[in-house]
């Protein structure tokens, strides 16, 4: 379990101090599935990277698995079960997709395992396993690729920053496939920041971040309805029609 | 008889862990240790000065011919002259590189010379490692020259390593290239201590059709400086690309020097040249799978150098 006991992080701006996290308590059970949502700018992602170590909090401590892991780095953090996929992929010249499977796998593996981490996340292990992580893939295979990094590692709980950045919605429709199969066979606690509907669907439990703070939290039943409509789920389809616009 | 200090530096520039089949000639502390000729590819000592010719013959499809050199003695400083001569419509690999151990107090340095007088219709694959080990306070000084002169339509994909241990080098590569001629270099450089490299390249495109692509990467650590001049010029219809990427770290210094010259209206010529430390996001990746950052920095590393 993880557990977030009143958290504050800020930064200093040009305009001087700003407070980004304001006192955040929450608590994440052991295999649930988890939506982070609310309007941009709220802290979402901010609270992600305090999870995974990128950040260190100002106030608070964070406890996983009965153990306080605040002052932890971010590798100390990961190789004791955090995982963490970056809403931007990383690329690198030079490393393979399989090269990065195996540094998350944590040993040598096979290419038959690294095969099938590929095919959970829909690609074709044959065309990707011996490519480069670098510009020739597309954002959508990275999001994948970055997906099945995570997969690989086996960790008992994976933070993921909003998936559905900077990816074609044809690509995003696929990835929320990738999730719902990751919803029903992964073992495991899933934290998603996201704002798309078709997320939140699935999610067994909803919290709302907006101005730091927890603005609402509990189940989907109960949190979702009062959502649809709002900056905080979007559907995948409204989102594109506002970039005609 | 190779002793154990110039087998292993035989694996690393040439991964040999035995003799290989086909053309060969092995040089190890300014003398031929081995020397095999085949039924196409001859190899003939020179007379006037220390080196080998290398003829390949019209036709020759599929063969190998592995030149590499090792130096194990402290002191020791030589120039040497290969030349290979490749017959029309060839198909061969080439391996050299050249390993330097000195555990002595005196500079050991090996300069090899190498031409290539390629023939028309050929493909050519180039492939030289460069390495130095040893403890001692001598330095392993490496100048390779390499000239390659390209017949039409002939390819030349050249791999050029030199990844621990070598002090000093001054690396200078030309290239003349005919009509419909292509040569790709893809050159990997790192530099640790106080070490000096140099590397240099000038192509000229003197026939229609004719390209190059040469693309540097090198990463300089510790205290180490890098000179990079990759120049192309277009005398005819050509296209030519060059690409300079580095990694710098710690108190290293690097210079990139691109050069394009278009002596020709139809020659297009681009460059590309990028120096940085190692992307801060590239670090976190790595680290939220679990590496260090020393071992994350290692990976990028190795990937980069690959």
Known sequence: MLELQNISFGVETEKGARDIIRDVSLKFEDDKFTVITGPNGGGKSTLARLIAGIEKPDQGRIIFNGEDITDLSITDRARKGISYALQQPVRFKGIRVVDLLRIASGKTISIDEACSYLSEVGLCAREYINREVNSSLSGGELKRIEIATVLARKTSLSVFDEPEAGIDLWSFQNLISVFEHMQKSYHGSIIIISHQERILNIADNIIVIADGRVKAQGAREEILPSLIGTDSAVNACSELSKGDQ | ??????????????????????????????????????????????????????????????????????????????????????????????????????????????????????????????????????????KRILNPGTEVYLGENSTMEMEMTQIKGVDDTDRDTKAELAAGAKLTVRERLMTHNEQNAVSSYHVDLNGAGSSADIVSRGVARDASHQTLNLGISGNAKSSGHTECDSIIMDQARILAVPSLEANDPDSSLVHEAAIGRIAGDQLIKLMTLGLSEAEAEEEIIMGFLR
Do not use: W
């Open chain 2, 1 to 138: 008889m190779l002793d154990k200090i110039q087998l292993e530096l035989l694996k690393e520039v040439a991964d040999l862990d035995e003799l290989p089949v086909g053309a060969v000639n092995i040089r190890a502390n300014g003398k031929a240790e081995v020397r095999n000729s085949t039924a196409n590819i001859e190899i003939v000592p020179k007379t006037d000065v220390s080196g080998i010719d290398i003829h390949i013959k019209p036709g020759t499809k599929n063969e190998s011919v592995h030149i590499p050199v090792v130096v194990s003695k402290t002191g020791l400083k030589e120039v040497v002259y290969n030349d290979f001569y490749i017959g029309d419509d060839c198909d061969v690999v080439i391996v050299a590189g050249c390993g330097i151990d000195n555990c002595g107090g005196q500079d050991s340095e090996h300069d090899g010379i190498h031409r290539f007088r390629v023939g028309k219709n050929c493909k050519v694959r180039y492939i030289e490692k460069h390495y130095g080990s040893g403890t001692g306070k001598g």
